[in-house]
């Protein structure tokens, strides 16, 4: 694989206007995204972008739902003492905010505890049940939280204290003994959504509660906490989640919750423009700060007054602790990188095990996000303290890491979480035991592939449709979240000019690259990208469509996820052109290419068309042949945007499979054409005899197609105007290596050495070696070429006899001739 990682376009080709466009309004471009998540319909159409709050579903259909309801209008009834027991996270903040508005609007005293992250950790812990038991308390009702409390809740049993259970996380082989138990991922709970957040399920609660036409009046007093959370806690934003979020970023820009509208003022968002990725990346973080250094009752406390002034003074906190947290985590992520740089091993695990002494507690999940991002691999990250470890796990599609999680429980003290995340405790004699266990499980059940990140685009953007008027538009498919990603574009061969590292600790990078147009583009967390390309490369990116809104100026600007080599600057120091040159001439005199082409062949037809979608050619057995580093580019850059597996041949292909074939200046004789049901090619071939030998050799008429124009020519021209080296350049580099005797060079510095193109100076070291004047060996994993010069011959030099040197004269008469 050439490429980090693979981008797979969901539409190939260019955006046409629609029926669904024309009837409803929309451009082509949105159209298109709303076609790509399945949507064709009007009426889909309508309420994908109108979801309206009469879709609720009723929250009865929830397993105890209405044993749990009963239960607390008796707590009331009987003015019983009732304590909601939260979670520190965004999700278990906004759970715990909501159920205590809903019991303040109805004017019933209830008292709140979340757990200290950095003391108690996640969950329901022994020493707070007794705490809250000793204040009298009669009923808890957790939120976000207790599916795996077992043992806790036994102990709250025994307190006689009733626990009602409201989570969302999976459920383990044994639940608590709880009074009763409301979580749509139990495997006897008919409810048909369970991808609520625990916010969500709590929102479902307050629903029961309620008087039915009450709640279509006072479930604005909870709406916006509700979409905070939701989108916060990463779940799909499909179904009751796409309608609680859609309506709240409405509800968001009236700002009815007072503390979230003082909070949304300190990150510096106009609320007239609030979207799920202020929420997501700005808001939410600043909320979870708090959690993360031990101060979680700050966000129930925001979120549930009703003094303006301590709505601001909060808020200014929550920014001070997001400041600190943002530079302990600058702190860990580097100890962290250091870590996994100096030890090798790390090179070949599929999952990062790191542990260290003294890491903050709370913000080992972000740093562990991060790492995943980084690498695609699943990580978990631990701090040690007092033979304890304790951390995250975050993981990547197709592993589920509670599942690895599970299968490692005799190591663990305690654990939980969701395919994609979870937390864990163990002792700390156990890391290394898990790093096996877990790369063992992660061995059997990940491949090479799955460790390359696949990035879905919705399609190749055209510059004319980059502008405002789409920006625009795009807000219409908000809220975007899991399920409901942000559209992603490409666009490709855009000339780099420009590009620097920025941020306080210079993690994110800047370029500028053009085409028609100049674009300014941002890559969040992607500075360590910049080294990998130059001003000049011509480069594909892909990106988010955004706006740069600088002293009320708007313009265009996308926010990079990913960028890919298109073209280098200078092929003379890019180790996959140099590798492409050495190809184009004949390993040795076996091999030289065939010229057999006839008075008759210079009548073969070899026009090419590109005004064709080429990727409704590319399928399953098609050989793709390049014989330029631009045919090859860009035959690379096609391929690799289909959802179909390719391999890249330099060489001849013995295995036999249905992958597509990329093969690279090949001797079209050798070709075993049976094996293919397509050949497309991106480049004219050498001569015109290639032509009609393909032409006599494919069977059933299988289809050739020609995926070139005439401009294109200019690329084998140069190639061939340099296939064939001068004398003078022959004695040059035979001087050279009279007076060094042995060279090792990396690929890049042969230019430099031998001051002559990389494709001469491979065929003058074949020839020579040809001759018996020198030997050479390349080695492509390490990039380098060792040359040794070779006892002097008896028999004076010469070039004429050599046989590659010869097949290539009469490959370049041979191409002049036939063009």
Known sequence: MIYNKKWTLKYKGKVQNTGLSEKIKISPEISQILKNRGIESEKDAEIFMNPSLEYLRDPFLMKDMRKS???????????ERIYIYGDYDVDGVSSTSILYLYFKSIGFSVKYYIPNRLEEGYGINEEAIRKIYDDGCDLIITVDCGITSVKEVEIANDLGIDVIITDHHECQSELPNAYAIVNPKQEDCNYPFDMLCGCGVAFKMIQALSDEEEFKTSMFDYLEIVTLATICDIVPLIDENRIIVKNGLKLMKEGKNLGLRELIKVCGIETNKIGSSHIGFSVGPRINASGRLGYSYLGVQLFTTDNEDEAKEIANILEAKNIERQMIESKMYKEAEDILSSDERFKDDKVLVVAKEGWQHGIIGIVASKLTEKYYKPTILLTIEDGKATGSARSIKGFSIFDALVDCKDLMNKFGGHEQAAGLSLDAENIEELRLRINKIADYNLSKEDLIENIKVEYELEED????DLVDDLHKLEPFGLSNPSPRFIMRDLLLTNVFKMGKNKQHLKIIAENKNEYECVGFNLAYLADDFQVGDKIDILFQLDENNFNNKRKVQLLLKDIRLSHPKSVATDNLSIKLFEKISPADKDSVYPINMKEEDLSVNTDGNKNINVFDYIEENTLVIANTLNGFYRALSDISLTDMEYEINFNYINEKNNKVQLIFSPNIDKIDLKRYNRIILYDYLYNKGEYSYLNKN??????????????????LKNIMDNIV????????????????KELKLDLIELKKVFKILPLKTFVILKVFKELNLLNFKINYEENNIFINLLKKPDKKLDLNESEILNNLKQLKQSHVKGY
């Open 69 to 79: 309801t009963d239960r607390i209008k008796k707590a009331i009834e009987n003015k």
């Open 465 to 468: 449709s980059a502008n405002l």
């Open 698 to 715: 494919i069977v059933n008429s299988k289809e050739i197609i020609k995926y070139y124009d005439n401009d294109d020519k200019i690329y």
């Open 725 to 740: 080296p001068s004398r003078e350049e022959f004695i040059n580099i035979y001087k050279q290596m009279i007076v060094n």
